[in-house]
DNA sequence: TGACTTTCGTTTATCGATAATTTATTCTTG
DNA sequence: CAAGAATAAATTATCGATAAACGAAAGTCA
């Protein structure tokens, strides 16, 4: 009787991808099948599946008989997220203004859990909920595809690494999405997704000047 | 010694694939692993993550334990394609406009080739010089995250499904990218960003119309 | 010495077989 | 006859072992 419920490749894969962006498994370490199959107790094949799925999800990068390793995200790669980001989004913020009808509550609380954690200097906590508020946009706006999109760009992963090449002061960037918010409150998708599309396209830009550090 | 330079993952990949593009596997179809393990003489393990891959794809969705089928492709996840398609689109060609400089030769001939296979009656020749057109723009822009968006969007196989359903005559469609392309060659990268949305916008309306049939 | 070949250890790719799970079917039992 | 338990059939998930490919190190010959 197993006390698991996921299957072993599901919980590989899990806890691998916790490794790579906790940082425990560092951009092109190696990751070899036997090796990790002997350190959870199973075979090869599960394993050997996780790493193909995250392979996939662009986590992992692998050559045919050499293996896998952790894959490094270049600085170019991180700015060229941002013109991508910054356009689905905008259709997200016109499509979701509507669909909210005015209920702009659960941004709200995100935008207050980020003065919190920028009164803590909980900078990782900050992170999350930036992403939280774009994230529930994006899943406010009703567009399947445009949610699938927007999750293969793997933003929570990416910025991380951006927020910390930065310098903003903690406070205004929390307050950076209120004036987006608004415009929601109001229901105009069309001012809001102008204002989210220049809020990203903002970070992309401070990503692009970051470069030369 | 072996002919095959591929890894048997990569050619029964490319093999179903083929058979889900092609309409051989339809939609709903059971595609069971020992079976077809069976067709190309290999044991289970290299079909199995063939099929792994191709759900990451989108093409195929499996339920633990209880297999994989070839994935139906909703009206509405068509719909929902487009109002992605056209934002990512017009990124692409406002990058593209300076990275082309003026040269949109290749895009010509895939416009003369478009009015060829209207000629002879060929939509599916037709269709591909189509998405050629587009892809021409995309890959032209230089953001490669942005083309790994858009091919994640398999645009080839939804495309034919949607002219399939609308009535346009090949010919029109195939003139209706040459504003776009005049804006390329004069440079002018805002107003064929502008262009190319609305002329993918105006598709995804189509489909929507197509809808009630 | 230096380019080429051979050998060897490591790791992936594939195999054949078994265990686990689901669905359908048959068998109770009231 | 219907509801539920037990069983059977089909298929996936996992295993342990073998084959194939690669990279590095040792060996060979001019």
Redesign the interface.
């Known amino acids: 009787m197993t006390l698991t419920r996921k299957?072993l490749r599901q919980q590989i894969k899990e806890i691998l991808l916790t490794r790579i962006l906790q940082g425990e498994y560092q951009p092109g370490d190696r990751l070899i099948e036997l090796q990790i199959a002997q350190e959870f107790g199973t075979s090869q094949?599960p394993v050997?599946?996780s790493l193909?799925?995250l392979e996939?999800?662009g986590f992992v990068e692998s050559i045919?008989y050499r293996g896998a390793r952790v894959r490094a995200v270049s600085q170019?790669?991180l700015a060229?997220?941002y013109?991508?980001r910054?356009?689905?989004e905008?259709?997200a913020a016109r499509?979701a203004a509507a669909r909210l009808a005015g209920d702009v509550s659960a941004l709200e609380a995100e935008i207050a859990a980020m003065h919190r954690a920028a009164d803590d200097g909980d900078l990782y906590a900050q992170v999350c909920h930036d992403v939280a508020f774009h994230r529930l946009i994006v899943e406010a706006c009703g567009?399947?595809?445009?949610q699938e999109?927007w999750r293969?760009?793997r933003i929570e992963a990416r910025t991380l690494i951006s927020v910390v090449k930065t310098e903003i002061e903690p406070h205004q960037l929390a307050d950076m999405h209120r004036p987006i918010l608004e415009a929601l409150r109001a229901g105009d998708g069309e001012l809001a997704g102008r204002l989210l599309r220049q809020h990203v396209e903002f970070f992309g830009e401070l990503v692009l000047k970051g470069e030369h550090a």
Do not use: C, F, G, Y
């Not at 567009?143 to 445009?146: A, C, D, E, Q, T």
């Open positions: 299957s094949a050997r599946e193909r799925e996939a999800l045919p170019q790669e060229e997220v013109p991508v910054a356009a689905i905008e259709v499509a567009n399947r595809v445009l999109v293969s760009l």
